[in-house]
């Protein structure tokens, strides 16, 4: 069942285009990675949704219930929506204990009922031995659950996460995040997830959608996203990828580091094609690529290397060996799934 229903969202500032023509779905039970670069509209998008702004142009249904359409002026104000929010700094009440913050957003049920529901939101995220703490008493992960705890508790069909890890100390994101995630799925709520970290949008959803100066470029699993790419922007915003060039001649591209099948629906004539750097490897025989720059990162050396064309692929070694600057190596590529786009890689994406 779809949850999150957005389509045709537009926003401008003055002159400034913030979201454009954005269509965005959300079943029941999924979390969804909304990603991109700084300012490419991805936050914008998010109060869009949840309400704190409105949209130019197009509506949003949750739950099959329209909360917004800018052609038949309907609105709906958040706190009508059903959503809950978690904000990058959590946004808790210095002034009240755990018990209080997620208690806070219970409104029209019983005591009772409110107490047993703060219990049962306590268990799930493991904070029941800090109900009384107050927030400062607390570590970032567990100021992020009673966040998460807090905008559970009303029990929303959608929850919007706006870069919710950012304030995490760096060894500590991974495990919140899994935690968050695991949380979101047993009880079943539809969520976005608000990212420019790559690493985080991959391991923690179902799907990606990526934007980018303000227009959604590709929605898909982690999967798709990363391994067939719809642009070039996508290709090299998601993982590590170079492009060389290529020419589809008949059922083929030839390119200077190696000759592959040709993707379906491609047209003969110039193509940059992707490379990822984990594709690429020493051996003899191959292409003869100038060592630019290397970069130890500990398990294994990154070099950064210029083919005859002017191209640059970047190879991963993970044997000890040390090439200098200036080193000539042979290379060659190994793609189990060829992704090509029209053009030389010298195009802008």
Same mark, same amino acid.
């Given at each position: 069942?779809?949850?999150?229903?957005?389509?045709?969202i537009?926003? /401008? +500032?003055?002159? %400034?285009?913030?979201?454009?023509?954005?269509?965005?779905?959300?079943?029941?039970?999924?979390?969804?990675?909304?990603?991109?670069?700084?300012?490419?509209?991805?936050?914008?998008l998010?109060?869009?949704?949840?309400?704190?702004?409105?949209?130019?142009?197009?509506?949003?249904?949750?739950?099959?219930?329209?909360?917004?359409?800018?052609?038949?002026?309907?609105w709906?104000?958040?706190?009508?929506?059903?959503?809950?929010?978690?904000f990058?700094? +959590?946004?808790?009440?210095?002034?009240?204990?755990?018990?209080?913050?997620?208690?806070?957003?219970?409104?029209?049920?019983?005591?009772?009922?409110?107490?047993?529901?703060?219990?049962? =939101? =306590?268990e799930?995220t493991? =904070?029941?031995?800090?109900?009384?703490? +107050?927030?400062?008493?607390?570590s970032?992960?567990? @100021?992020?659950?009673?966040?998460?705890?807090?905008?559970?508790?009303?029990r929303?069909?959608?929850?919007?996460?706006?870069e919710?890890?950012?304030g995490?100390?760096?060894?500590?994101?991974?495990?919140?995040?899994?935690?968050?995630? @695991?949380?979101?799925? /047993?009880?079943?709520?539809?969520?976005?997830?608000?990212?420019?970290?790559? $690493? $985080?949008?991959l391991?923690?959803a179902?799907?990606?959608?990526?934007?980018?100066?303000?227009?959604?470029?590709?929605?898909?699993?982690? $999967?798709?996203? +990363?391994y067939?790419?719809?642009?070039?922007?996508?290709?090299?915003?998601?993982?590590q990828?170079?492009?060389?060039?290529?020419?589809?001649?008949?059922? $083929?591209?030839?390119?200077?580091?190696?000759?592959?099948?040709?993707?379906?629906?491609?047209?003969?004539?110039?193509?940059?094609?992707?490379?990822?750097?984990?594709?690429?490897?020493?051996?003899?025989?191959? %292409?003869?690529?100038?060592?630019?720059?290397?970069?130890?990162?500990?398990?294994?050396?990154l070099? /950064?290397? /210029?083919?005859?064309?002017?191209? %640059?692929?970047?190879?991963?070694?993970?044997?000890?060996?040390?090439?200098?600057?200036g080193?000539?190596?042979?290379?060659?590529?190994? =793609?189990?799934?060829?992704?090509?786009?029209?053009?030389?890689?010298?195009?802008?994406?």
């Open positions: 069942m779809v949850v999150i229903d957005a389509k045709g537009s926003k /401008r +500032y003055d002159q %400034t285009i913030a979201v454009k023509g954005c269509d965005l779905q959300v079943a029941s039970g999924e979390i969804l990675a909304l990603l991109g670069p700084s300012g490419s509209g991805k936050t914008t998010l109060r869009l949704i949840a309400g704190f702004e409105r949209p130019d142009e197009g509506r949003v249904l949750i739950s099959d219930r329209v909360v917004v359409d800018v052609a038949s002026s309907v709906v104000s958040t706190e009508d929506r059903g959503v809950g929010m978690v990058q700094d +959590y946004a808790l009440f210095p002034h009240l204990t755990v018990a209080d913050n997620v208690r806070f957003g219970l409104h029209n049920t019983s005591r009772k009922d409110r107490q047993r529901r703060v219990n049962e =939101l =306590l799930l493991d =904070l029941v031995p800090f109900a009384n703490r +107050y927030p400062h008493e607390l970032g992960g567990q @100021q992020q659950r009673v966040a998460l705890a807090r905008a559970l508790a009303p929303p069909r959608v929850v919007l996460l706006d919710p890890f950012n995490l100390d760096p060894e500590l994101r991974p495990v919140v995040r899994r935690e968050v995630a @695991q949380i979101l799925r /047993r009880l079943g709520t539809a969520a976005i997830l608000v990212t420019h970290d790559e $690493e $985080e949008a391991g923690v179902d799907k990606v959608a990526l934007i980018r100066n303000g227009e959604v470029q590709q929605v898909g699993t982690p $999967e798709d996203i +990363y067939r790419p719809a642009t070039p922007f996508v290709a090299s915003f998601i993982g990828a170079d492009f060389v060039p290529g020419v589809i001649s008949g059922q $083929e591209v030839h390119t200077e580091i190696g000759v592959f099948p040709c993707p379906p629906n491609m047209s003969p004539g110039p193509v940059k094609v992707m490379i990822r750097h984990e594709a690429v490897s020493s051996k003899p025989g191959g %292409t003869m690529a100038t060592v630019e720059e290397r970069e130890f990162l500990g398990g294994e050396i070099y /950064r290397l /210029r083919l005859p064309s002017g191209a %640059t692929i970047h190879l991963e070694q993970r044997a000890p060996v040390t090439w200098p600057v080193h000539q190596v042979p290379v060659e590529a190994s =793609l189990s799934n060829v992704i090509a786009f029209p053009g030389s890689p010298n195009e802008k994406s």
